[in-house]
Structures are given as C-alpha cells and as structure tokens.
C-alpha cells in the first residue's frame, strides 16, 4: 500500500521569506512524486513531479522541490514567498511499478499555506 | 488546446437519488480517473479508466460505477446517494500507464451536495 503524510496543516510565512512545505511517502517500491497546488473551489493544478535522477527538481511559479530516498521525503520550497502563493498544497505519490498501481495517485491531507503581507 | 472539462459545476441532490457527473479529456488524453475530495481532506482515488474498461478501482462501494466512451470522455455514476457522498469530484486525465507520461491533469471538479 503507498501512502503520503503531510505533518502541517498549515504553514504561515512573512512575503520574501523562503517556504517550505513537508512531505513523506511510503510505497512498496520506487516512487514517482508530485506536488499540486488548489486555489478555492478550483481543482488541482500539476506544480513539478520527481521521476528519476536529479534530486532537485524545478516547477512551475519559482518551485521546486527535494527528493531524499534515504528519509523518504519530497518537500516542496520556494525561495521567496509571494502572496499569491497562498493556497492548498497537495503532495501525491504513484508507485513505480506499473502492474502494481498504474497511475494512481496517493494524496497526502493538505497544507494550508498562508502568505502575509 | 482546451483542459479538463467537466459538468456540471454544482449539483444538489436528495438521499436516494441517483447523479451522474461527466468529465471530457485534455486533448491527446486517454485515460481518466475519478477522486472524491471531502471538505478538509485530499482527493481519494475512485476508479480509472482506459479502453472503456475499468482499469483500477479504489476503495468505494459498487454504488459508484462509470463509463468511458470511444472519444475519451467519462461519466461518473452514484446510486442511492447518501449524506457522506456530498463532496468534490475530480476528474483528471492523463496518457496510459507505461507511455512515460506520469503527471495527470485534472478538472474544476463537480461540487456535490445531498440534503
């Protein structure tokens, strides 16, 4: 079974400062990983996915995020915060192997991230 | 080159009525999956489908059940609606498993209430 568990509920930030939006996986196998970002009564829109090599990877708006194998995590950061940034964070994980899961996501709960001014 | 489409935006209904939910494609797409999303929560994975068969299936009674057509396009289907069934309904598409396209796209979603 995957699974992917998002620690905060919320995360507040001043404009200008870095965010950082945590996220841990659990799969049976290797992972693929994705984040997503939903603004109200809106769905889900596609920020950046991790598939294979470079840890880092970028996305869009200024986003980027950080695969760790050894901690299974993929934390979503920005480097400068904007207010229009404020929305709800999703993190997702499909399992790499095809038979097992297709292309099923596995959604974390959300983060709430509020930008101030 | 339009999005994820789907109708309607809004939908009340009554326990015990019947709703179904359709959902068109991104361009190019061939595969489409269904989540559920409550109030405060994450999208959780219905079914999905390929070929007009249903490919995955989540963990969700058989009152729910769905259709592809040859052009791509998906229905969602509830029977015998409860109040726990009130939510937002995704649907997102994406290429099949295996072609090296990973990421889905998804629609606005339809917002259902049962009273």
């Known amino acids: 079974a995957q699974s992917v568990a998002q620690p905060e509920d919320q995360v507040n930030v001043a404009e200008g400062n870095p965010l950082t939006v945590k996220c841990t996986y659990s799969?049976?196998?290797?992972?693929?990983l994705f984040w997503y970002v939903q603004y109200p009564n809106r769905g889900l829109q596609f920020l950046l996915k991790?598939?294979?090599?470079?840890?880092l990877v970028k996305g869009s708006y200024g986003f980027e995020a950080e695969f760790n194998k050894s901690q299974t995590s993929f934390h979503l950061k920005k480097p400068s915060a904007l207010v229009s940034d404020s929305a709800l964070y999703f993190c997702?994980?499909?399992?790499?192997?095809?038979?097992?899961?297709?292309?099923?996501?596995?959604f974390g709960g959300g983060t709430r991230v509020l930008v101030k001014p | 080159d339009a999005g994820v489409t789907q109708s309607p935006t809004h939908l009340i209904k009554t326990r015990g009525q019947q709703v179904t939910l359709r959902c068109s494609p991104k361009?190019?797409?061939?595969?489409v999956s269904w989540y559920q999303q409550a109030l405060g929560q994450g999208p959780q994975f219905i079914f999905q489908?390929?070929?007009?068969?249903?490919?995955q299936r989540g963990n969700f009674p058989d009152r729910f059940s769905g259709h592809q057509f040859p052009n791509y396009s998906s229905e969602l289907n509830v029977n015998a609606l409860l109040l726990g069934d009130s939510a937002l309904y995704l649907c997102?598409?994406?290429?099949?498993?295996?072609?090296?396209?990973?990421?889905?796209?998804f629609g606005p979603g339809t917002r259902l209430t049962v009273t």
């Open positions: 997102a598409s994406s290429l099949a498993a295996g072609t090296g396209s990973y990421e889905q796209y």
């Open positions: 799969v049976s196998g290797n992972p693929y």
């Open positions: 991790y598939i294979t090599g470079d840890n």
């Open positions: 997702a994980v499909r399992d790499k192997s095809i038979k097992a899961a297709g292309n099923k996501l596995t």
């Open positions: 361009s190019g797409h061939d595969t």
């Open positions: 489908y390929y070929e007009e068969e249903e490919r």
